[in-house]
């Protein structure tokens, strides 16, 4: 069974200071695909990224960065110079390569950034 | 851009009511989904559909039903609302399993 986890369940940091929030996803399939979202205080969740299981390159993104890592089941998601607006909840999701399943969603990290 | 649109922001309802939750999408998504949010839980879906008149049950379905009769509209019925329903629903449409899904703005439902 597919399941994500995001141990940290909430951070708290001071603005401009970088913030790693972390993932680790189980899963018996090869191929699959990683995302990660962004919810802020507003309620509506922001899609930020999808990665798919055969594609290890780090991605940048202005101040966003996502490390993958396979060999440790990882897919994590530093913030560079945080600043308040990043304040919300991010939740990692793993999805099948195919046929109608859905995603499977960590339990979300909340992360609050300080002025 | 993609929207997805929820009837409600805000709801409150009492016990036993029946309560629906409408859902539409205008991008053409096959898939529509329905999820609750709570503190320390995360989202935890309820059921979703990947075509017209079809539905899935998902991780927690008891005590909520669906209707998807036209591909746009996926809606959620509380057949008897009852107060630990009290949450926030979010809908979510997707075209493939595999892609990213597009969420609406929530509706927050209050059950006195």
């Known amino acids: 069974a597919q399941k994500v986890t995001q141990a940290q369940t909430e951070i708290s940091v001071v603005e401009k200071e970088d913030v790693t929030l972390d993932c680790v996803y189980e899963?018996?399939?090869?191929?699959?695909?990683l995302f990660w979202y962004k919810q802020p205080p507003s309620g509506e969740l922001v899609f930020l990224i999808r990665?798919?299981?055969?594609?290890?390159q780090n991605e940048i993104s202005g101040r966003y960065s996502w490390n993958f890592q396979k060999s440790t089941s990882s897919f994590n998601f530093t913030i560079t110079a945080s600043q308040v607006v990043d304040s919300a909840v991010y939740f990692c999701?793993?999805?099948?390569?195919?046929?109608?399943?859905?995603?499977?969603f960590g339990k979300g990290t909340r992360l609050s950034v300080i002025a | 851009d993609v929207k997805v649109t929820q009837s409600s922001r805000y709801l409150v309802k009492r016990t036993g009511e029946k309560v629906f939750l409408e859902c539409v999408q205008d991008?053409?998504?096959?898939?529509m989904f329905w999820y609750r949010q709570d503190p320390g839980l995360g989202l935890r879906l309820i059921y979703f559909?990947?075509?017209?008149?079809?539905?899935e049950k998902g991780d927690i379905p008891e005590g909520y039903s669906v209707s998807r009769e036209k591909k746009e509209r996926f809606s959620l019925i509380l057949e008897s609302a009852s107060t630990n329903q009290t949450s926030m629903y979010l809908c979510?449409?997707?075209?493939?399993?595999?892609?990213?899904?597009?969420f609406g703005p929530g509706t927050r439902l209050t059950v006195l």
């Open positions: 979510a449409s997707g075209q493939a399993s595999y892609n990213e899904q597009f």
């Open positions: 899963t018996r399939d090869t191929t699959y695909y």
């Open positions: 990665r798919n299981s055969f594609d290890e």
């Open positions: 999701a793993l999805s099948y390569p195919s046929g109608n399943t859905p995603l499977v």
């Open positions: 991008m053409d998504h096959e898939n």
């Open positions: 559909s990947y075509d017209v008149k079809m539905k």
